[in-house]
């Protein structure tokens, strides 16, 4: 007691009567409240430390509404609470502020970083539902990023470290189909407003990316069994006439250079892209590694080699 006695000794230039009605509006604020709750949450407070007579919160509570607070009054209907349904001490977020916000979300999504953009996914939702106009809801969500992802996906992207690790999880593989996977993890990364996790897909052998879209549910996170890291380096040549007039893609870089042929490296985000890309050089090309997709490459020319000879 006297420890307490000595705490307030030290803050006599506080107003126990307006401490106590803010203790009571940030109280309000966060749920409604019985006249005993109020009372209890006082009577267990460091500075104000006993109990108030019902006089006592009536005036506060009027004080409070003299300000500008609105409170609905305790009564059956109700179930004897004190509800606060509107208070001055709001900041309204409007048309040019949530612009900026917007901005602000763009361009960390252009600058791929996602955890911070799911960051701020979240503190906006907080906005929205405290300080946000109705008429703003809907612009402040316009484009929201990652919206197509389910929410407790998200919450796990955001919560967890994916990188490295072995993951069982649900996945729609096709607009039909949907398996349980196992999957060996090496990075999320984003592009292009996406979200991705790159990894090695065992029952294809291969290495991969999966969209985090079409993650239905992540059953369980285990350290990682592979040993190796997935550089998802590829290296191709291009020659003859394609070598003449080729120019870089922001993921690639050459290696070497000759008249007749060039050496390039590529980051392969996607063994779609990579692919496409390569056949777009028609027959000037030759794809030096990863064997895996060298595999890849050759079945699909196959299939498409016996689609003109039926």
């Not at 609105?70 to 309204?92: D, G, Q, S, V």
């Not at 992802?149 to 919450?155: D, E, G, M, P, S």
């Not at 980051?267 to 028609?282: P, W, Y």
């Amino acid at each position: 007691m006297k420890e307490n006695l000595n705490f307030k000794t030290k803050n006599t230039n506080i107003s126990l009567t307006a401490y106590r009605a803010i203790k009571i509006l940030k109280l309000l604020m966060e749920k409604p409240s019985t006249s005993a709750e109020i009372i209890e949450v006082l009577k267990q407070d460091e500075l104000t430390m006993r109990s108030v007579s019902d006089d006592t919160l009536r005036v506060t509570m009027n004080s409070l509404k003299a300000v500008g607070c609105k409170i609905a009054r305790p009564c059956p209907k109700n179930n004897y609470h004190y509800i606060l349904t509107e208070h001055p001490f709001r900041a309204k977020f409007l048309a040019p502020e949530i612009n900026v916000l917007m901005q602000i979300r763009q361009y960390f999504l252009d600058s791929c970083q996602w955890r911070t953009v799911i960051g701020l996914n979240n503190f906006y939702d907080k906005i929205i539902a405290s300080h946000c106009d109705v008429e703003n809801v809907d612009l402040l969500n316009k484009n929201r990023p990652f919206a197509k992802v389910r929410a407790n996906i998200l919450k796990t992207f955001y919560e967890k470290d994916l990188g490295k690790k072995e993951i069982l999880m649900t996945y729609a593989t096709s607009s039909k189909k949907i398996e349980k996977i196992n999957i060996s993890s090496e990075r999320v990364f984003c592009e292009a407003g996406k979200l991705y996790v790159l990894g090695w897909y065992y029952k294809r052998n291969t290495c991969s990316y999966f969209n985090a879209e079409k993650i239905l549910e992540i059953h369980s996170i285990e350290p990682k069994k592979l040993t190796e890291t997935l550089e998802n380096k590829v290296l191709y040549k291009v020659t003859g006439d394609e070598a003449l007039t080729f120019r870089c893609n922001s993921d690639e870089r050459i290696l070497e250079q000759t008249e007749k042929e060039i050496t390039v490296e590529c980051t392969a985000m996607s063994e779609f892209k990579i692919v496409q890309r390569l056949l777009s050089f028609g027959c000037d090309f030759e794809l030096i590694s990863p064997m895996y997709l060298k595999n890849h490459l050759l079945e699909k020319l196959s299939k498409i080699k016996a689609r003109y000879e039926q």
